[in-house]
């Protein structure tokens, strides 16, 4: 009955719409450590902030949920729907090439930016709808409510906040998905492990590893650093790698110590295929080259065998699965530390 009339609107907000968006944008709002009154960080508190700012000024009725969660409604009718958004977004990572990650920029008709999609962008397009209806004076018997989080990527603690304060809506949605609805979504697991052993001055010899930045993203860098090893076993054996998996190197020598950086490709934790593990890329490296035995290198064999290159689904690991509804296990080796090890999130 409205939709011709919520079409114009639309279109004719458009170019506010997207300012709005980038507004939000434009605020690094990945997780960060606690402060005093922002439960993840300054930056996710600054977004939410922002977002219930722009809510506010088109006249919704706005809560602040400890900083947690901050709502918007579009009437004080009897609560019926939930909005379900989350402003917070996973890290940056490198290797963009329209703009900076937190510039946002129209180029064609794309918007390009840390959280156009997930999900600031969505958030803002049910902002709009609603406002949309509220300004068009669209006759509703009960209440709409966007319910704007903060830690969707990190396990959504921040709703578990919010939903023991308030009740569930009859009917919630939530728009971060494909189009036009995903019904059904797997659970998460993140398995953390760790492994102690003496250590052992024999070279040549693993120094350090480093990898991954968080649970929920496939590497796309990988550290190490190692000693005792000559340049053209590390650069030949490199060469070798890159070709079995896809992972480049790089290679910086200090005295006795070779810095080694291998590259791939990030990706979600949950959509593990669409990225190339820089982590598992690193110890298929590592396992190749001459080091001394020691209980390090048995360690780092191991990791591999448990979740070799390549090997998104838990196969070696023997938990590979799938049902009809939401198909395979998928899995990720996203954290590795020389002294704390975090394998895997398995979704």
Not at 54 to 81: C, R, W
Request: glycine share 10%; with cysteine.
């Amino acid at each position: 009955m409205y939709k011709k009339e919520i079409g114009q609107y639309i279109d004719s907000h458009k170019e506010e719409m997207i300012e709005d968006i980038c507004r939000l944008c434009r605020i690094n709002s990945e997780k960060m450590p606690y402060k005093e009154g922002m439960p993840y960080g300054p930056g996710a508190f600054q977004a939410l902030e922002e977002a219930l700012d722009i809510a506010d000024s088109y006249g919704f009725t706005i809560t602040n949920y400890d900083n947690y969660v901050g709502t918007a409604d579009i009437n004080d009718k009897e609560h019926q729907l939930d909005i379900l958004a989350h402003l917070d977004v996973v890290p940056a990572g490198e290797g963009w090439k329209e703009t900076e990650p937190f510039e946002p920029v129209v180029k064609g008709d794309k918007l390009f930016g840390r959280g156009t999609s997930d999900d600031k962008g969505p958030a803002m397009a049910a902002l709009y709808a609603m406002r949309a209806v509220k300004e068009l004076n669209i006759p509703l018997k009960k209440n709409v409510r966007l319910i704007l989080g903060t830690d969707e990527e990190c396990g959504s603690s921040d709703i578990a906040h919010y939903y023991s304060i308030e009740k569930e809506a009859p009917m919630t949605f939530s728009p971060d998905g494909a189009f036009p609805v995903v019904n059904t979504e797997k659970g998460g697991l993140n398995g953390h492990f760790t492994a102690d052993w003496e250590p052992s001055a024999a070279l040549p010899k693993l120094v350090s590893v480093k990898a991954g930045v968080k649970v929920n993203v496939v590497p796309g860098k990988a550290n190490a650093t190692v000693a005792g090893l000559d340049k053209e076993v590390l650069t030949s054996i490199a060469a070798e790698c890159e070709q079995e998996t896809g992972v480049g190197f790089e290679l910086t020598f200090e005295g006795d110590l070779a810095h080694i950086t291998a590259v791939g490709e990030s990706a979600h934790a949950s959509t593990p295929k669409e990225g190339n593990n820089a982590l598992t890329g690193l110890l298929v490296y590592l396992t190749k080259l001459p080091f001394a035995k020691c209980p390090q290198i048995t360690m780092i064999e191991r990791l591999l065998e448990l979740i070799p290159h390549g090997d998104t689904e838990g196969k070696a690991l023997g938990i590979a699965m799938s049902d009809e509804l939401s198909g395979g296990l998928t899995l990720a080796f996203s954290l590795l530390g020389s002294d704390t090890v975090r394998p895997f999130r398995n979704l």
